[in-house]
């Protein structure tokens, strides 16, 4: 079945560091990706996302690339800041199917100045 | 333009009791989706239903939950005979029709079992 597969957190960075989330998947046919983002006590929101092979979801500074190659959609952001503490959830649906995300574990980021 | 609702946003209950958590989904949404999320684990799907329908309900224990999206009002989610195992947080996102994965999350039912 479908499966996406994020780096094992908590990741801790200082204010202004350059940031890495990996996120692989797997999954038949082509896949959206998507990346959400969950600050404490809150719900999920999304951050970005990817339809289909070599795009490039952005926002707030944040990107990720659909790699089908790599089966990869790797969250980068250059510069973050403490605002940006929360876990990051990589998730994908299946084109064709009923549309049921399927997330990662997700990964806790903690930003300090 | 309200986003979707949870409530209650807390709840506890003792074992055997049952625990009844309500989700209205957005505006102009009828694809509502019921996500368990356990500590230090991911979002595990339960159920994903459409107005009157359980379209996907693989994810749903077989005995003790249940799920259902009336005609009017919230989509509900009940769990009977809670034991400990059920603490979690629920949460509930929905989608437009014809929408092809951007859900959009309630901040959660954060369920207690003592």
């Known amino acids: 079945g479908d499966s996406v597969t994020q780096m094992e957190g908590p990741v801790t960075l200082s204010e202004e560091a350059f940031l890495t989330i990996n996120c692989t998947y797997t999954a038949t046919g082509y896949p959206s990706l998507f990346w959400y983002v969950q600050y404490p006590g809150e719900g999920l929101q999304l951050l970005l996302k990817a339809t289909k092979a070599d795009d490039k979801g952005s926002n707030k500074g944040f990107e990720a690339t659909y790699r089908k190659e790599t089966t990869s959609f790797h969250l980068e952001k250059g510069s973050v800041q403490v605002s940006d503490s929360a876990v990051y959830f990589c998730a994908l649906t299946r084109s064709g199917g009923s549309y049921i995300p399927t997330f990662g574990r997700g990964t806790s980021l903690i930003v300090h100045p | 333009n309200a986003g979707v609702m949870q409530n209650p946003r807390h709840l506890v209950r003792r074992r055997g009791q049952e625990a009844r958590l309500r989700c209205s989904p957005m505006k102009g949404h009828s694809h509502v989706y019921w996500y368990r999320q356990l500590p230090e684990e991911g979002l595990k799907f339960m159920v994903y239903l459409q107005k009157e329908n359980i379209i996907d309900e693989s994810g749903m224990p077989k005995e003790r939950f249940s799920a259902e999206f009336p005609k009017e009002g919230p989509s509900i989610l009940r769990i009977q005979q809670v034991v400990r195992g059920d603490s979690a947080a629920y949460f509930c996102?929905?989608?437009?029709?014809?929408?092809?994965?951007?859900?959009?999350f309630g901040e959660g039912s954060r369920l207690t079992v003592l």
């Open positions: 996102a929905s989608s437009p029709p014809g929408a092809t994965g951007e859900l959009f």
